[in-house]
T-cell receptor, first 112, second 115 residues
Framework: AQTVTQSQPEMSVQEAETVTLSCTYD???????LFWYKQPPSRQMILVIR??????QNATENRFSVNFQKAAKSFSLKISDSQLGDAAMYFC?????????FGAGTILRVKS | DAGVIQSPRHEVTEMGQEVTLRCKPI?????LFWYRQTMMRGLELLIY????????DSGMPEDRFSAKMPNASFSTLKIQPSEPRDSAVYFC?????????????FGSGTRLTVV
């Protein structure tokens, strides 16, 4: 079975600082995709970043980057220069068979 | 493109009533997904369609739930009869081809409250 675990229910970061959100997963597949989604209070789910498992290079999108450790089945999200607009629930997700399974989410609070 | 459009945004209904949630995917997207989000269970996939055909409905909780996609631009999720435990946010999402290449584009969700 495919599972995704986010062990941090809530995190806080000072504006302009860096924060890392953790995610581990389990899958029997050798080729798969991982995603981070952001859900602000508006409730809209927004794709932040994606990683292909067969690529060793970590994905980066502006201030967002991942640390993908395939052997450890770890997929953390780093947010640099945090902004107030980054405050949201963040979901880690694993793709298998055209479906996404999501972790429980991490609430990120940004302090000014 | 206006994105994935869901209606209504909020729905309050009485137990036992029929509820219909609606979704218009992004034009040209071949995949459509229905998810349910609750505090207890998080985001759960209910059903997904490919080219209007239901592919996997193993997440549909029981026979009270049904979903249809009569054409490429419209899908419905129906609950009949509704129960208080159905209260949740229901999301529709679509993807152009394999979701692995693009992830999903989600709608804004419908918050359903069954009293």
């Amino acid at each position: 079975a495919q599972t995704v675990t986010q062990s941090q229910p809530e995190m806080s970061v000072q504006e302009a600082e860096t924060v890392t959100l953790s995610c581990t997963y389990d899958t029997s597949e050798s080729d798969y995709y991982l995603f981070w989604y952001k859900q602000p209070p508006s409730r809209q789910m927004i794709l932040v970043i994606r990683q292909e498992a067969y690529k060793q290079q970590n994905a980066t999108e502006n201030r967002f980057s991942v640390n993908f450790q395939k052997a450890a089945k770890s997929f953390s999200l780093k947010i640099s220069d945090s902004q107030l607009g980054d405050a949201a629930m963040y979901f880690c997700s694993l793709e298998y068979g055209n479906k996404l399974v999501f972790g429980a989410g991490t609430i990120l609070r940004v302090k000014s | 493109d206006a994105g994935v459009i869901q209606s209504p945004r909020h729905e309050v209904t009485e137990m036992g009533q029929e509820v219909t949630l609606r979704c218009k995917p992004i034009s040209g997207h071949d995949y459509l997904f229905w998810y349910r989000q609750t505090m207890m269970r998080g985001l759960e996939l209910l059903i997904y369609f490919n080219n209007n055909v239901p592919i996997d409905d193993s997440g549909m909780p029981e026979d009270r739930f049904s979903a249809k996609m009569p054409n490429a631009s419209f899908s419905t999720l129906k609950i009949q009869p509704s129960e208080p435990r159905d209260s949740a946010v229901y999301f529709c999402a679509s993807s152009p081809d394999s979701p692995t290449n693009y992830g999903y584009t989600f709608g804004s969700g419908t918050r359903l409250t069954v009293v």
